[in-house]
């Protein structure tokens, strides 16, 4: 038999992951060999006879698992990019495997102890951060706990698991009990020809006629904004809201016991409330800072909504005939109206985003800001023989990273994109390991006759996924637990939602948007209405957003004395704040809330509007020095390269000279 290829050093261009020799049945063995070495060293760390210091101890510990990572990162990135059944039932079993190391590395006791015996760090920002850090991870999940209060600490993780889980099931239930089955033509007016086929092979699966509507999100929402018929939205819209709430066995208890267990669990560990605990190793730190940021947005926003909604009901008066905009009116009128005020014909700017111009253009607007070189690399393994990557390197063709990009969707590859590292970076004896960092999409494919032609979405979307990209490739950071991308949640955005501001501006866009057939430049009448679109009623939605923050804020921040109120009495005392629309009796957002609920959002839905809020004070900086200044360049990509070893706080009042300040969110606004 072959030796397994992840067992060994990769003998490939750059050590890249070795696609070309890796057949599935290599990933287990391979997982479980390098969870046993982990297990070696931080056994040997732990029960070492030396006197404990940061670097054989905390330093040590963050080393040990270098090798684990890269085949478990590797495993999981080709398991959403490239998947087959094999693959899914394998990641059945590596998951649980890792999440048990994961558990048995920070529950155990004797490590803790011998943790506890380091007395100080190196007076660097990132071994402070890691100390910091290592010693939080394992307090969080219980060590300084005793055996009774340690007990019920798991006792409660297990229910919350099961409640998570509960609450999933419940409203995947009510999402699917549902369907609207539609049997005559003038039923569908306004939906679009695509969206109706798909309506009706979705009744032919089920061996009827007509055209199935279902509260999936993709059929949901593209009924809400196209349908003419006012009767059918309302009947979709009431069934939607009351998801998670359908039957006797809903998620309203289901809520009470999650967010009593969740303050239960903060309480036990020392905090206040289950955001103090959460948002203690964010860039917000406290719930207070969540509170007022959401507070303050909306005493900001809320005026200009409300004119926003005035202008909205004048257009549905006129050309609807509707007196009181309803929920189920919203999408629909929103549509219309963006439609004719800004005239954007999505696909009118495809000829100008021929995908090989925009990455060309990617790379010169990159070389600019920080002199980076893109050299395509025919040699390096792939995946896919779609899969296109390159030799990142500076001005002085110093190695700097590989990137992989992966753009066109494919049977085997889930929805969106998303960027992820083959290899972060990480300084170890000496040498700078360098990050290998790929991209993925699912962008319009290339015909037989044209390259792919991007829409402005699309290309919006492609710089965010770049703006991680450069997050990763220009680390440079020591410990491989807080390089490139593993920074706090409300931080992490910061870099992609900036990048996409140059997609806006004409001086980049002329680098690369050029007509297909005439090579002219996107119109100044089709970029004024991009910009315009940016912001179109753009208040209504940061008012909406607020009122998740807030919802799930109210859930979250409850404090030992505080009563947990019903689903219904915590919503209205919210929404009356901030509704701009009629309330609609028995509908409610928390009952299929899945983000805070399921996911993993729980205090932390604010982290939308939170880094936006950065992106447009950061973006201001290069607005008024010039988007392709090399200075202020230069003093964000100190930003980048530090990661996650210093305050993000910090480093972001460093690059901005200010605190973060919501108002800024508003200038945008205004600036229509
Ligand atoms: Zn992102």
């Given at each position: 038999?072959?030796?397994?290829?992840l067992?060994?050093?990769f003998?490939?261009?750059?050590e890249t992951f070795p696609f070309?020799?890796v057949?599935?049945?290599?990933f287990?063995?391979a997982i479980?060999?390098w969870i046993?070495?982990a297990?070696?060293?931080?056994?040997?760390?732990?029960?070492?006879?030396?006197?404990?210091?940061?670097?054989?101890?905390?330093?040590?510990?963050?080393?040990?698992q270098k090798e684990l990572n890269l085949v478990s990162a590797a495993f999981f990135n080709l398991n959403s990019a490239e998947?087959?059944?094999?693959m899914?039932?394998?990641a059945?079993?590596i998951a649980?495997?890792l999440?048990?190391?994961a558990?048995?590395?920070?529950?155990?006791?004797?490590?803790?102890?011998?943790?506890?015996?380091?007395?100080?760090?190196?007076?660097?920002?990132?071994?402070?951060?890691?100390?910091?850090?290592?010693?939080?991870?394992?307090?969080?999940?219980?060590?300084?706990?005793?055996?009774?209060?340690?007990?019920?600490?798991?006792?409660?993780?297990?229910?919350?698991?099961?409640?998570?889980?509960?609450?999933?099931?419940?409203?995947?239930?009510?999402?699917?009990?549902?369907?609207?089955?539609?049997?005559?033509?003038?039923?569908?007016?306004?939906?679009?020809?695509?969206?109706?086929?798909?309506?009706?092979?979705?009744?032919?699966?089920?061996?009827?006629?007509?055209?199935?509507?279902?509260?999936?999100?993709?059929?949901?929402?593209?009924?809400?904004?196209?349908?003419?018929?006012?009767?059918?939205?309302?009947?979709?819209?009431?069934?939607?809201?009351?998801?998670?709430?359908?039957?006797?066995?809903?998620?309203?208890?289901?809520?009470?016991?999650?967010?009593?267990?969740?303050?239960?669990?903060?309480?036990?560990?020392?905090?206040?409330?289950?955001?103090?605990?959460?948002?203690?190793?964010?860039?917000?730190?406290?719930?207070?800072?969540?509170?007022?940021?959401?507070?303050?947005?909306?005493?900001?926003?809320?005026?200009?909504?409300?004119?926003?909604?005035?202008?909205?009901?004048?257009?549905?008066?006129?050309?609807?005939?509707?007196?009181?905009?309803?929920?189920?009116?919203?999408?629909?009128?929103?549509?219309?109206?963006?439609?004719?005020?800004?005239?954007?014909?999505?696909?009118?700017?495809?000829?100008?985003?021929?995908?090989?111009?925009?990455?060309?253009?990617?790379?010169?607007?990159?070389?600019?800001?920080?002199?980076?070189?893109?050299?395509?690399?025919?040699?390096?393994?792939?995946y896919?023989?779609?899969?296109?990557?390159?030799?990142?390197?500076?001005?002085?063709?110093?190695?700097?990273?590989v990137?992989y990009?992966?753009?066109?969707?494919?049977?085997?590859?889930?929805?969106?994109?998303w960027k992820t590292a083959y290899r972060g970076q990480y300084?170890?004896?000496?040498?700078?390991v360098?990050p290998h960092i790929s991209?993925v999409?699912?962008?319009?494919?290339?015909?037989?006759?044209?390259?792919?032609?991007?829409?402005?979405?699309?290309?919006?979307?492609?710089?965010?996924?770049?703006?991680?990209?450069?997050?990763g490739?220009?680390a440079?950071?020591?410990?491989p637990s807080?390089t490139g991308t593993n920074?706090?949640?409300?931080?992490?955005?910061?870099?992609?939602?900036?990048?996409?501001?140059?997609?806006?501006?004409?001086?980049?866009?002329?680098?690369?948007?050029?007509?297909?057939?005439?090579?002219?430049?996107?119109?100044?009448?089709?970029?004024?209405?991009?910009?315009?679109?940016?912001?179109?009623?753009?208040?209504?939605?940061?008012?909406?957003?607020?009122?998740?923050?807030?919802?799930?804020?109210?859930?979250?921040?409850?404090?030992?004395?505080?009563?947990?109120?019903?689903?219904?009495?915590?919503?209205?005392?919210?929404?009356?704040?901030?509704?701009?629309?009629?309330?609609?009796?028995?509908?409610?957002?928390?009952?299929?809330?899945?983000?805070?609920?399921?996911?993993?959002?729980?205090?932390?839905?604010?982290?939308?509007?939170?880094?936006?809020?950065?992106?447009?004070?950061?973006?201001?900086?290069?607005?008024?020095?010039?988007?392709?200044?090399?200075?202020?360049?230069?003093?964000?990509?100190?930003?980048?390269?530090?990661?996650?070893?210093?305050?993000?706080?910090?480093?972001?009042?460093?690059?901005?000279?200010?605190?973060?300040?919501?108002?800024?969110?508003?200038?945008?606004?205004?600036?229509?």
């Amino acid at each position: 038999m072959a030796a397994n290829p992840l067992i060994q050093k990769f003998n490939t261009p750059f050590e890249t992951f070795p696609f070309d020799q890796v057949s599935n049945s290599d990933f287990l063995p391979a997982i479980k060999h390098w969870i046993d070495v982990a297990k070696d060293r931080i056994a040997s760390i732990r029960d070492s006879s030396e006197i404990a210091d940061f670097e054989n101890t905390i330093a040590a510990l963050d080393f040990a698992q270098k090798e684990l990572n890269l085949v478990s990162a590797a495993f999981f990135n080709l398991n959403s990019a490239e998947t087959n059944d094999e693959m899914q039932s394998l990641a059945q079993e590596i998951a649980p495997l890792l999440s048990e190391f994961a558990n048995d590395v920070v529950l155990d006791e004797k490590l803790y102890q011998r943790i506890q015996q380091v007395t100080s760090a190196p007076n660097t920002p990132d071994a402070q951060m890691l100390f910091k850090k290592t010693i939080l991870a394992f307090e969080r999940n219980g060590a300084k706990l005793g055996e009774k209060e340690k007990n019920r600490l798991r006792e409660i993780d297990q229910k919350l698991g099961k409640l998570s889980l509960e609450f999933g099931e419940t409203v995947l239930r009510d999402t699917n009990s549902f369907e609207m089955l539609l049997e005559h033509e003038d039923d569908l007016e306004g939906l679009p020809d695509d969206f109706r086929e798909q309506a009706k092979s979705a009744a032919e699966k089920l061996s009827k006629a007509g055209w199935l509507i279902s509260l999936r999100p993709d059929s949901y929402l593209e009924f809400m904004k196209y349908s003419t018929r006012r009767d059918l939205r309302k009947k979709l819209y009431l069934a939607f809201a009351a998801r998670g709430m359908k039957a006797e066995k809903n998620n309203l208890k289901v809520i009470e016991d999650l967010v009593g267990l969740r303050r239960e669990r903060a309480n036990l560990l020392g905090y206040s409330s289950h955001a103090a605990f959460i948002l203690e190793e964010r860039m917000a730190k406290n719930p207070q800072t969540v509170l007022s940021f959401l507070e303050n947005l909306k005493d900001h926003a809320l005026p200009i909504a409300k004119n926003e909604m005035k202008m909205l009901e004048e257009f549905a008066q006129v050309t609807e005939e509707i007196d009181k905009i309803q929920k189920w009116d919203v999408n629909y009128l929103l549509e219309k109206i963006r439609k004719e005020k800004l005239n954007i014909d999505d696909e009118a700017l495809r000829p100008y985003l021929p995908l090989p111009e925009v990455t060309k253009g990617i790379f010169e607007i990159t070389r600019r800001l920080f002199g980076l070189k893109f050299k395509k690399q025919t040699n390096i393994p792939v995946y896919h023989p779609e899969v296109e990557t390159y030799e990142v390197t500076d001005e002085q063709d110093n190695h700097i990273a590989v990137l992989y990009m992966d753009f066109f969707p494919r049977d085997g590859k889930r929805g969106g994109a998303w960027k992820t590292a083959y290899r972060g970076q990480y300084h170890y004896e000496d040498k700078n390991v360098r990050p290998h960092i790929s991209i993925v999409c699912n962008f319009n494919r290339p015909t037989k006759n044209k390259p792919a032609l991007l829409n402005f979405q699309e290309l919006t979307t492609y710089f965010h996924e770049f703006g991680h990209a450069l997050h990763g490739m220009l680390a440079d950071g020591t410990y491989p637990s807080l390089t490139g991308t593993n920074v706090s949640w409300d931080f992490v955005e910061l870099p992609s939602q900036l990048f996409e501001n140059w997609c806006y501006e004409q001086e980049a866009l002329n680098i690369f948007a050029k007509h297909l057939e005439t090579g002219e430049n996107i119109p100044n009448d089709m970029l004024e209405s991009i910009r315009k679109q940016r912001v179109f009623f753009e208040a209504y939605a940061t008012i909406r957003q607020l009122g998740f923050g807030m919802i799930d804020m109210a859930w979250h921040n409850l404090t030992k004395d505080d009563e947990i109120s019903s689903v219904f009495q915590l919503e209205k005392s919210i929404m009356k704040k901030i509704d701009l629309l009629p309330n609609i009796e028995n509908t409610a957002i928390s009952p299929a809330f899945s983000h805070i609920f399921q996911g993993g959002y729980s205090a932390g839905y604010y982290s939308y509007k939170w880094s936006e809020m950065l992106e447009v004070q950061c973006f201001d900086i290069f607005q008024k020095n010039g988007i392709f200044d090399a200075q202020t360049a230069g003093n964000y990509r100190k930003l980048l390269a530090a990661g996650g070893s210093t305050d993000a706080d910090m480093l972001f009042q460093e690059f901005t000279g200010e605190k973060p300040n919501p108002a800024v969110l508003i200038n945008r606004l205004e600036q229509k």
